[in-house]
């Protein structure tokens, strides 16, 4: 079982977003028993998701209206097999903030052989919200492989590190 986290900056748009998002795909894979979760960068503790991200997540039978926001931690970044951040800012943050943690730590664009910001879409207009998650969709989708690759690969690592 890996431990996946999900990282934007104020965790209310693109990594709830995500965190179902991966989930879903993860479960239709058959690893229903992997943990998907999310922080920000930035984030306030207990934050609902936005209002346009629950709502066209529900138009896709993604419920996130139970999200609440947290900020990233020494913690989440021990616990998390993978962390998948939605601009390359916050890797390199988290990689400056966490080293121990930072082979961990990839851009989700990168998972889809891509490098670059998904945009956030905060203060927009739902079709701002819309573009977001037709984009990070399709990253998950097409980089789910390599997702599941690397946490499998760095849980593995962590289990044998913990029996020795």
Excluded at 37 to 57: N, P, R
Excluded at 69 to 89: H, R, V
Excluded at 118 to 140: A, I, K, N, Q
Aim: net charge negative; hydrophobic share 45%; aromatic share 6%.
């Amino acid at each position: 079982m890996a431990v996946i986290l999900i990282v934007c900056t104020a965790n209310i748009c693109r990594s709830p977003v995500v965190r179902a998002l991966l989930e879903d795909r993860l479960a239709a894979y058959g690893l229903e028993d992997w943990t998907v979760k999310s922080a920000g960068t930035w984030a306030y503790e207990g934050q609902k998701a936005a209002d346009f991200s629950v709502l066209i997540m529900a138009e896709q039978g993604l419920d996130i209206n139970n999200h609440q926001s947290q900020p990233i931690n020494k913690e989440l970044m021990a616990e998390a097999d993978l962390i998948l951040t939605l601009e390359i800012g916050h890797s390199e943050a988290l990689a400056a903030e966490f080293p121990d943690d930072a082979f961990k730590v990839h851009p989700l664009t990168e998972m889809a052989g891509e490098i670059y910001s998904v945009e956030d879409p905060f203060g927009g207009t739902r079709e701002d919200y819309e573009r977001m998650v037709v984009e990070v969709t399709r990253l998950v989708e097409d980089g789910l492989a390599k997702i599941v690759e690397l946490a499998t690969h760095n849980a593995e690592n962590r289990t044998k590190a913990v029996n020795i």
